[in-house]
């Protein structure tokens, strides 16, 4: 009798640490579980940042080849006018006026457009670290960069239309030598350097070319890093999901292990 009573309790201490372990066990289950929960979360708001990037750097790069497009325009105009002569002093002069209002807006836009996203790159990291911070800040001032890279690529659009008044001078053989001029100041805000001599070496730095230029490597090194940024959330991510399934199958066995144990006691 005190033999059965000692396989007994030996038994029902064997239960009690396997439940024990069951117990355990589920923690860890709900460890990982909470961990997988968070990371997919913040996964997914990465991978907004990374569409935002995305936007971002193709609207850059717009902005960019646009501007090219606008240096070689002024190119092909000075070269078409340079033969012909000087004329019409007041067309001239307003189209000097024009294009120079217009590259004084274009300049701070250019930069309101790289304090911006500046900002915003900070907010996304300090996020990453604090995620405190508002959400809808970071909404904001995405918003407000997308906004900024509207107005700017509007504005080379009216650069362009200035451009397309100009090259009808051209026709007039009294304007042709005005043109030049004024191409070649234009050629000179946005290329930064004189078109008879161009040299890149002698490039202003706050140029319109420059700025773009700039504002392009910005946005590709944003996109970048919001890239590697998903990248290693990913990374966590399938090694939390790898330990919460091995975390589940360790479970399992237990809570087979403790089912059986239960039956069997109740079996003797």
Same mark, same amino acid.
Do not use: H
């Given at each position: 009798?005190?033999?059965?009573?000692?396989?007994?309790?030996?038994?029902?201490?064997?239960?009690?640490?396997?439940?024990?372990?069951?117990?355990?066990?589920?923690?860890e289950?709900?460890?990982?579980?909470?961990?997988?929960?968070?990371?997919?979360?913040?996964?997914?708001t990465?991978?907004?940042?990374?569409?935002?990037?995305? #936007?971002?750097?193709?609207?850059?790069?717009?902005?960019?080849?646009?501007?090219?497009?606008?240096?070689?325009?002024?190119l092909?105009?000075?070269?078409?006018?340079?033969?012909?002569?000087?004329?019409i002093?007041?067309?001239?002069?307003?189209?000097?006026?024009?294009?120079?209002?217009?590259?004084?807006?274009?300049?701070?836009?250019?930069?309101?457009?790289?304090?911006?996203?500046?900002?915003?790159?900070?907010?996304?990291?300090?996020?990453?670290?604090?995620?405190?911070?508002?959400? *809808?800040?970071?909404?904001?001032?995405?918003?407000?960069?997308?906004?900024?890279?509207?107005?700017?690529?509007? #504005?080379?659009?009216?650069?362009?239309?200035?451009?397309?008044?100009?090259a009808?001078?051209?026709?007039?053989?009294?304007a042709?030598?005005?043109?030049?001029?004024?191409?070649?100041?234009?050629? *000179?805000?946005?290329?930064?350097?004189?078109?008879?001599?161009?040299?890149?070496? #002698?490039?202003?730095?706050?140029?319109?070319?420059?700025?773009?230029?700039?504002?392009?490597?910005?946005?590709? *090194?944003?996109?970048?890093?919001?890239?590697?940024?998903c990248?290693?959330?990913?990374?966590?991510?399938?090694?939390?999901?790898?330990?919460?399934?091995?975390?589940?199958?360790?479970?399992?066995?237990?809570?087979?292990?403790?089912?059986?144990?239960?039956?069997?006691?109740l079996?003797?």
């Amino acid at each position: 009798m005190k033999r059965r009573i000692a396989v007994t309790e030996r038994k029902k201490a064997e239960l009690d640490s396997l439940a024990l372990q069951v117990l355990d066990a589920q923690q860890e289950v709900d460890q990982f579980q909470s961990i997988v929960d968070g990371l997919t979360a913040k996964l997914a708001t990465f991978q907004g940042y990374l569409s935002y990037a995305e #936007t971002n750097r193709t609207n850059a790069l717009n902005n960019l080849n646009l501007v090219n497009q606008v240096v070689q325009n002024y190119l092909d105009l000075m070269n078409n006018s340079s033969t012909a002569f000087y004329g019409i002093a007041d067309a001239g002069k307003w189209s000097r006026t024009l294009s120079m209002q217009i590259s004084r807006v274009m300049n701070k836009l250019i930069y309101s457009s790289e304090v911006i996203n500046r900002l915003a790159a900070l907010v996304i990291r300090k996020k990453a670290l604090n995620p405190l911070i508002s959400d *809808e800040l970071v909404s904001v001032l995405n918003t407000a960069g997308t906004d900024a890279n509207n107005a700017v690529a509007l #504005t080379l659009v009216a650069l362009q239309s200035v451009y397309a008044s100009q090259a009808s001078n051209t026709e007039s053989e009294a304007a042709a030598a005005l043109e030049y001029y004024e191409a070649m100041n234009v050629y *000179e805000f946005i290329a930064g350097t004189n078109a008879v001599v161009i040299d890149a070496s #002698t490039q202003k730095p706050d140029c319109l070319q420059k700025l773009l230029s700039d504002a392009y490597k910005n946005a590709v *090194e944003y996109y970048n890093e919001m890239y590697t940024a998903c990248q290693n959330i990913s990374e966590d991510l399938n090694n939390a999901q790898q330990s919460l399934s091995e975390a589940q199958i360790s479970l399992q066995s237990l809570q087979l292990g403790l089912a059986a144990g239960n039956a069997a006691a109740l079996a003797s």
